[in-house]
């Protein structure tokens, strides 16, 4: 099992921007497929980005032109710049790797003026 510590969070004006981190506990953090997943209040997770232990990302239509993922094998970590943030982007913000099946305890993005 891969342990996960998201943090980055915070309370930002609509417009505004955030860079999410997450470091992964595991050895072989370079072969895992990394994502990032929004879950708004009262909603399910959803799946926000992607990124594979080469380099090829993937984005939610909701996101696209506005989040990127990016990671730093050399730090296990993987990390999602927010920009042009909305209202509807409020909501906690987890990593994982894939078919890992335990979650962090995720942070809290909070988009309002």
């Known amino acids: 099992q891969v342990q996960l510590v998201e943090s980055g969070g915070g309370l930002v004006q609509p417009g505004g921007s955030l860079r999410l981190s997450c470091e992964a506990s595991?050895?072989?953090?370079?072969?895992?497929?990394m994502g990032w997943y929004h879950q708004a209040p009262g909603k399910q997770r959803e799946l926000v980005a992607t990124?594979?232990?080469?380099?090829?990302?993937n984005y939610a239509d909701s996101v696209k032109g506005r989040f990127t993922i990016s990671r730093d094998n050399a730090k296990n970590t993987v990390y999602l710049q927010m920009n042009s943030l909305k209202p509807e982007d409020t909501g906690l913000y987890y990593c994982?790797?894939?078919?890992?099946?335990?979650w962090g305890q995720g942070t809290q993005v909070t988009v309002s003026s």
């Open positions: 990124i594979t232990g080469g380099g090829s990302t």
């Open positions: 595991t050895r072989i953090f370079r072969l895992y497929t």
């Open positions: 994982n790797a894939d078919g890992n099946p335990v």
